[in-house]
């Protein structure tokens, strides 16, 4: 079985770097991962590791460009499209990687200047067909996938932009309909900020103040009634959208982000535990050897007809055959 976790998000919250981390903490836990880069427009040295995959063998934005006279937005979507036409190209490089984790870092913008212009093509995983298409592909070759979306923790910085994060977030996840993960990136610069001042620079003071973001409370868009704010006749009607938005958000509590600080060890090893948990890593491998004995955890795991009780009141497993686990599919 071969394991494909797309990283998406806005641009810059962080997706090479958590690619990066990813590969370090599994090669670190002697798995096997490689890197697949769907930047048509990646600068080479942007990759910490060498890619295994690249698009950028298939197709390359600058000639698209050139060649086409496209612009940067219509040559990126000419690309993928490119790049769903030509999937017998990503079947023959696929084929080599067994068991492994597949990390495709998604691109949402193409140059520098476009990063200026906009905040990123954010509606290439919310609208485009694109990425759902690619995952139907890559199900059909017999990858299982998740979706890891990211947003920086400065986010938080403001609230409007935050919920429009949790909104684009919940767009993209209903767009692909598969297993999915949010990350709140960049958390060292979070607990830093709150840590030395005591009042941190978001408002954020207390674990609870972020508890409120990575659950995304809707009620903080709701302004205190009498305030300036919620006065204003000017703002009346964007009050009225933030209670829609409120609604919507009570309503399909979908999104929630799990805090990533790449400065702790342990906070990837717990975003790659869900993602193992998510894509149910390692479920269908065959055991490599016996074990000797059976340990605490296994025992909640057994059929309790599997069990039964010595002299001394200790648990031990029965004689088993297969029929004792039948009922556990
Ligand atoms: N403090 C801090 N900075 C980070 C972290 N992750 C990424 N950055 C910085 O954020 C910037 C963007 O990071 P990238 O990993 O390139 O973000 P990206 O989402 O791949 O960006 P695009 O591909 O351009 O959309 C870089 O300057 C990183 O050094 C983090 O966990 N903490
Ligand atoms: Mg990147």
């Given at each position: 079985m071969r394991y494909a976790v797309l990283v998406t998000g806005p641009a810059g919250a962080g997706k090479s770097t958590f690619s990066s981390a990813l590969m370090t903490h599994l090669r670190t836990a002697k798995r096997t991962g490689h890197l697949v880069n769907l930047d048509p427009a990646a600068n080479s040295s942007a990759f910490e590791y060498e890619p295994a995959i690249d698009i950028r063998d298939l197709i390359s934005l600058d000639d698209v460009m050139d060649e086409l006279g496209y612009g940067p937005n219509g040559g990126l979507v000419y690309c993928f499209e490119y790049l769903l036409q030509n999937m017998?190209?990503?079947?023959?490089?696929?084929?080599?990687?067994?068991?492994?984790?597949?990390?495709?870092?998604?691109?949402?913008?193409?140059?520098?200047?476009?990063?200026?212009?906009?905040?990123?093509?954010?509606?290439?995983?919310?609208?485009?067909?694109?990425?759902?298409?690619?995952?139907?592909?890559?199900?059909?070759?017999?990858?299982?996938?998740?979706?890891?979306?990211?947003?920086?923790?400065?986010?938080?910085?403001?609230?409007?932009?935050?919920?429009?994060?949790?909104?684009?977030?919940?767009?993209?996840?209903?767009?692909?309909?598969?297993?999915?993960?949010?990350?709140?990136?960049?958390?060292?610069?979070?607990?830093?900020?709150?840590?030395?001042?005591?009042?941190?620079?978001?408002?954020?003071?207390?674990?609870?103040?972020?508890?409120?973001?990575?659950?995304?409370?809707?009620?903080?868009?709701?302004?205190?009634?009498?305030s300036h704010e919620a006065q204003t006749e000017r703002n009346s009607r964007f009050h009225a959208l933030n209670q829609a938005i409120v609604q919507l958000i009570e309503d399909h509590p979908l999104v929630s982000f799990l805090p990533l600080d790449l400065t702790n060890p342990d906070s990837i090893e717990t975003v790659l535990s869900h993602i193992d948990y998510t894509m149910q890593y390692g479920e269908d491998e065959e055991p490599k050897e016996l074990r000797p004995s059976i340990s605490h955890g296994d025992l909640f795991a057994c059929p309790s007809s599997a069990i039964q009780t010595t002299d001394l009141g200790i648990l031990q497993p029965a004689d088993l055959d297969e029929g004792d686990f039948a009922d556990m599919e």
């Open positions: 017998d190209w990503l079947e023959e490089e696929l084929g080599g990687y067994d068991d492994d984790y597949l990390i495709f870092d998604c691109p949402v913008r193409c140059t520098e200047r476009e990063r200026v212009v906009s905040p990123g093509q954010i509606e290439l995983y919310t609208h485009h067909p694109f990425l759902p298409t690619l995952v139907r592909q890559l199900n059909r070759l017999g990858l299982r996938t998740c979706g890891v979306y990211l947003i920086e923790s400065q986010f938080m910085e403001d609230k409007y932009k935050f919920f429009s994060g949790v909104l684009s977030a919940m767009s993209a996840m209903v767009n692909l309909e598969i297993p999915w993960i949010n990350v709140m990136s960049k958390m060292d610069l979070v607990t830093s900020n709150s840590e030395d001042s005591g009042s941190g620079r978001n408002g954020i003071r207390t674990r609870k103040d972020i508890a409120r973001f990575l659950d995304p409370d809707p009620l903080l868009l709701v302004s205190a009634p009498g």
